[in-house]
């Protein structure tokens, strides 16, 4: 009988599930106008809901637990939605532009497959004229 | 619609104007496979199948054309991945971001993964330029991971990176 593989390392034990509140990173120097790197990050475990059989073959295993949607906000309005599988991996990490044209508060919202959300928030502040 | 016997011609005028349910199925089945065989199957054979108004490809790809660069979704992602589960990979493309002509959205795909759709992120004007990071599960072995960018004036337009994935992550 073949072993039986569970979760995503095929060797290792599974992560412990933890769930932090989602960060956001903006740029040390954001001028009116440029084009900023944003990165949003929440530690978050990512179950695809399928377990290893043998290589290539995959069964259904314990429920899915995953990231499904990612909002931003930036000055309370929508400028991006990631919609995502279970096919991302553990605590995930999203990297996007936006264009600083104001400043204001830009606001990530994090919904899980069990449609708990999670939210952080930060302003977004001009260091350069 | 005009119906007649079994066995017997169509004599109308306009010919749309006389469509048989075999006429009907048939037009129904070649519509539905444009639209579903291209999730199903992967390289040559959703190239075969895809129209060229549904997802487009240079039609040179060592002459890519200035237009055809704008709107082919650049991938950045390293050939060999030890790790399956943790998979990072950049989409970036250097399409204009104007509120009457944009990216709407970039999917990622991989047709060898049990899991096919790995995400889809939609973009507006406000985003300045279109870049994102992520990183995915793969699993084990040699497969190909699709990126699909829609512009809201041209479709969709595809391109593809081959990547080979020492231990799944599935």
Redesign the interface.
Known sequence: MAEQHTG????SIPPPQVIAPPRIRLPIRISKGK?I?V?AKMRHP?R?G?R?IA??V?AKGEPAFYIKKMEVF?RD??????????????D????????A?EEGPVRVVFTSSEDKAYEASTMLRFTEG | MKHHPPGKRCEAAWPAECVTRREVFRRGLVGISALVLPQLFHGSVARASTSSDLIQFPRDPKRVTPFERLHIPRIRMPDVVEDGANSPIIVAMDHPMEPDHYITNVQILDYQDPIIWKGTFNFTPDNGEVYVYSQLRLDSGKSTVYVIAECNQHGKWVNEHNVDVAVGGC
């Open positions: 995503h390392a095929q060797n084009v790197k990165q990512s695809t399928i290893m290589e290539h995959f930036f309005a929508l400028v991006s939605t990631y919609e995502m599988s279970a096919a991302l991996s553990d995930p990490i999203v990297t996007f532009k936006l264009r044209s």
